[in-house]
């Protein structure tokens, strides 16, 4: 179906490190692939999407990474810093069926100064 | 500076009370959204709009109804909450574009107990 899985749900790095999350999907339609980071009190805001004609898009110490074969995706950020603590949720959207995202379970990400 | 606002931060209610959470954003989006938020399960669709008046079910519609009668609002209704309705609620919208996707932009979320 149109079931994604996001691990891990716990990430906790040392400030500079980089930091991996990964999501697999099901749907062979999916064709979108947006990535959400939710502070703490606020609703989830986009930090990077990327389309199924591309394998990787970068936006200064943020990276995402797409295996259209494999059906999975990764965000990568590199140097972190404390700031990057959050939630993290990826999403995927298809061509067909429903206009609306399918979320990920989430990745809190707690950086250590 | 675009915009999704959400009623209530903060709300009580009691078992079989009948809740109104309200959606408004002043971004002119055709499409808005309702989810729910509960740990280790991200963020689960109720609702969904595309037009005034038009709503589709998402994955987890039972107990819950919406309105849509101006494009700015969308409603989310609990004819009669009950405490596995105790959750975070939030709003979003978008502008489809019709050629994948586009941006959400969601609202700070309502925190919903019911006692």
């Known amino acids: 179906g149109e079931n994604v899985e996001q691990h891990p749900s716990t990430l906790s790095v040392q400030e500079g490190d980089s930091a991996v999350i990964k999501c697999t999907y099901s749907d062979s339609a999916s064709n979108y692939f947006p990535w959400y980071k939710q502070e703490l009190g606020k609703g989830p805001q986009l930090i990077i999407d990327i389309r199924s004609n591309v394998g990787e898009k970068k936006d200064q110490r943020i990276a995402v990474t797409l295996n259209k074969t494999a059906k999975h995706f990764s965000l990568h950020i590199t140097e972190t810093q404390p700031e990057d603590s959050a939630v993290y949720f990826c999403a995927r959207q298809g061509y067909t069926g429903r206009r609306a995202l399918t979320f990920g379970s989430g990745t809190r990400l707690q950086v250590q100064p | 500076d675009v915009k999704v606002t959400q009623s209530s931060r903060y709300l009580v209610k009691r078992t079989g009370e009948k809740v109104f959470l309200e959606c408004v954003q002043d971004?002119?989006?055709?499409?808005m959204f309702w989810y729910r938020q509960d740990p280790g399960l991200g963020l689960r669709l109720i609702y969904f709009s595309y037009d005034v008046k038009m709503k589709e079910k998402g994955d987890i519609p039972e107990g819950y109804s919406v309105s849509r009668e101006k494009k700015e609002r969308f409603s989310l209704i609990l004819e009669s909450a009950s405490t596995n309705q105790t959750s975070m609620y939030l709003c979003?919208?978008?502008?489809?574009?019709?050629?994948?996707?586009?941006?959400?932009?969601f609202g700070p979320g309502t925190r919903l107990t019911v006692l």
């Open positions: 979003a919208s978008s502008q489809f574009s019709g050629i994948g996707s586009n941006e959400q932009f």
């Open positions: 971004m002119d989006h055709e499409n």
